[in-house]
């Protein structure tokens, strides 16, 4: 009988974790323990028998995972006040690039409200101007990219490219000598207004579409112009795009931090993607 009890009382102990941890052991101990089985239950989903050594045992299954899928913070601490008050288990809430998640329980089997971050066509937009080597917008399209695409409402700062005077002049110069006559042609182009333009723009935009308003931040970028060929680049200085997310998820964590403590909720918050089981 001994010998029976041991996996019996294996899967006893293992009953807390989830169905596949007594099924593993249904398997291990296959050999050493004659007839185990699952057996389901007629109108009991929840529970399931296991037989081994001629011994049936009820156990209750683990609820099933769920994961939900929110579309806002204010939801997202409204899923925290619930389960604080219905199981009162710990849950932690993370962020990192893209996704917000709440983490309700302590096992690995816990639930999920996940948080979707939805990256804005400026910070996309920007981010392909920073992979582009040679981009050579004209003046219009320049503009355009200011105005439309970054949104971009300065509008002293689009006046000043709009009003770019781009002047080409002729200048020739002649030589003549006793045995021959030469003639040379220099093409001078003047840009009236190119001293009232800046070396660098800060682009202000969100790094995400679905924040609250005011999630903006700024984005340092270098204006570099073609004058031979009357051309226009954007590029981002080196690490701020970057920034811009540090930053935009330094807001999200004083956010996450201001809502929960507005509901007395003692809930960590951490900058980083959870590990499962962890």
């Not at 400026?122 to 981010?127: C, D, E, W």
């Not at 931040?217 to 811009?244: K, M, Y």
Request: aromatic share 8%; glycine share 8%.
């Amino acid at each position: 009988m001994s010998e029976n009890r041991e996996p019996a009382a294996e899967m006893e102990k293992l009953c807390l974790g989830s169905f596949a941890d007594a099924l593993w052991v249904i398997q291990r101990t296959a050999v050493a323990a004659a007839g185990v089985g699952i057996m389901s239950i007629p109108g009991d989903p929840g529970k399931v028998l296991i037989c081994s050594g001629g011994r049936y045992t009820p156990y209750e299954l683990p609820p099933p995972v769920r994961r939900h899928s929110i579309d806002s913070l204010e939801t997202m601490i409204d899923f925290a006040t619930w389960w604080k008050d219905l199981d009162g288990e710990p849950c932690t809430i993370w962020h990192a690039l893209g996704n917000i998640v709440l983490r309700m329980g302590a096992s690995p089997y816990e639930h999920q409200a996940n948080y979707t971050l939805v990256q804005s066509r400026g910070m996309l937009r920007l981010a392909t101007l920073d992979q582009e080597k040679n981009q050579g917008f004209e003046q219009r399209d320049f503009i355009r990219l200011l105005r439309i695409e970054l949104g971009q409402d300065n509008a002293t700062l689009v006046t000043q490219f709009r009003r770019l005077d781009w002047d080409t002049t002729d200048k020739r110069s002649g030589e003549v000598s006793k045995d021959r006559e030469s003639l040379g042609a220099a093409i001078t182009k003047k840009v009236q207004g190119v001293d009232e333009l800046p070396d660098e723009l800060a682009v202000e935009i969100s790094v995400y579409d679905n924040l609250p308003e005011g999630e903006r931040v700024f984005v340092l970028c270098a204006v570099e112009i073609d004058f031979a060929n009357q051309r226009f680049s954007l590029v981002p200085l080196p690490g701020e795009l970057q920034a811009a997310i540090r930053i935009t998820h330094a807001l999200i964590h004083r956010e996450l931090c201001d809502r929960l403590a507005a509901r007395d909720l003692e809930v960590p918050v951490f900058y980083g993607r959870p590990q499962a089981g962890a």
